[in-house]
């Protein structure tokens, strides 16, 4: 059975700074790319970032290039989202999902998907 479960999330002001993390099981993870989604209330899920397999190629979307940064630790089965600078219009429920053998920033193309960790940017 495979899970993603994310953590990390809360409440932070405006400026600040949050990890999140995505511990995966139950799958080859070093073969996935994975990728962090976004959705705000009342929005569709929105790319955020995404990372190859290897982890030597990554994708940003443009509203949060330079601010965060996505990254992976094979041996830990994980996938992290580094957000610094972070803005109220940063508030969404963060998801991380799978995709087999690629990555790419359509949500459909995922495979796999964890319950979502909320961030909350106050002003």
């Known amino acids: 059975q495979v899970q993603l479960v994310e953590s990390g999330g809360g409440l932070v002001q405006a400026g600040g700074s949050l990890r999140l993390s995505c511990a995966a099981s139950g799958l080859t993870f070093s073969i996935y790319g994975m990728a962090w989604f976004r959705q705000a209330p009342g929005k569709d899920r929105e790319f955020v970032a995404a990372?190859?397999?290897?982890?030597?190629?990554?994708s940003y979307a443009d509203s949060v290039k330079g601010r965060f940064t996505i990254s992976r630790d094979n041996a830990k089965k994980s996938v992290y989202l580094q957000m610094n600078s972070l803005k109220p219009e940063d508030t969404a429920v963060y998801y991380c999902?799978?995709?087999?053998?690629?990555?790419?920033?359509?949500?459909?193309?995922?495979?796999?998907w964890g319950q979502g960790t909320q961030v909350t940017v106050s002003s």
């Open positions: 999902a799978g995709r087999r053998l690629n990555f790419g920033r359509a949500s459909q193309q995922y495979d796999y």
């Open positions: 990372i190859s397999s290897t982890g030597g190629v990554t």
